[in-house]
């Protein structure tokens, strides 16, 4: 299979469950939203918009309506009649709601986020008059905290790389599967510390995207572009490790033969099963911070713009497409920046020799 099987194959599933969202879920006038934005956002943009919205229906069908109406029966005038104090009560059901088995939690961000949808899906009935007033456009933006930057020091990456191959700190359970898999997840932590992709980036990597003549690989980007990034001599001999351990136990299997990362059940390795890999073996190293694989990114981010000082070659190599983006999350001051200073600027007059 090509490279862009995996994203094309994610991409429909994503257009599946929003097609099923709309049928089943959703009032029948976000049909016509989804559409409109089709050719503007990503699948998974508008997978995660159908999410919030489903979620903002919902309150509205058991709060404001009293569950005198179904979701699918919701009209615009509907819409209409929803009041911007009605969405800022919204935003405090969300900090903690039940819907279906399941509570749910959240954070401030996460208030932005579905407050952003559902103002987005207003503003285009507002915009296209369908709607006279878009009450949505009163409610304030949730304020955001800045959250502390939580990344692995130095000797805390040594460690992690060591839980990999020696398997030290590991219950008796994860010892189990610990010598099948110490090899990959060597290569998948020293690719995500050496080169800073992002987890879907690194699942969805082919065998024949690596390129060791000069140690690079092709990477898919959000949105679809392809960057050609580089990896160093160790890290192309723990991919070279693993690659040689495939060959030799033949893990292959005819639907994903050609994917690079693969699961104990020789399939293409899904998001999830990278990210509890990862926590694993963070757990032993740094067990008060919780450490994810994009924690992992940021830890190459941070030492590549130590060791650079160039902030645009970060945000180049990372994908960012602000390198504002970047600087808000590299390019803080530390501890060391600040004890770096004293005694630059001079108060007294040297004495003369």
Known sequence: MKNSNY????????????????????????????????????????????????????????????G?????????????????????YFLGFLTHYKYGEREHYCNERAKARKLSSVRAMFKHFFNKGLISVDNSAKVATPKLHEKPIIRLEQNEVYGIIDAAENGSGLTAHQMAYH??????????????????????????????????????????????GKSILYFDADVAAALMRYLDQKEEQKQLSLEDSNALFLSNKNRRITVRAVENLVQKYAKIVSPLKKISPHKLRSTYGTQLYKATGDIYIVADILGHKDVNTTRKHYAAISDDNRRSVVGKVKLVRPEDE
Do not use: W
């Open 68 to 88: 005198k109406k179904l979701i699918k029966d919701f009209t615009l005038n509907d819409l209409e009649s929803v009041t911007n104090t009605d969405i800022e």
């Open 7 to 66: 994203y094309i194959q994610r991409n429909n599933k994503n257009i599946e469950t929003i097609e099923r969202l709309l049928n089943e879920e959703l009032p029948a006038f976000c049909f016509d939203y989804f559409v409109a934005i089709e050719n503007q956002t990503s699948s998974l943009t508008r997978l995660n918009y159908a999410h919030d919205l489903k979620i903002f229906f919902y309150y509205m069908q058991e709060r404001v309506f009293r």
């Open 179 to 224: 010598e099948k898999n110490k090899v990959r997840d060597c290569a998948i932590l020293m690719l995500f510390l050496g080169t800073g992709i992002r987890i879907s980036e690194l699942v969805g990597l082919n065998n024949e995207d690596l390129n060791f003549d000069n140690n690079s690989f092709i990477v898919t980007r959000k949105g679809g």
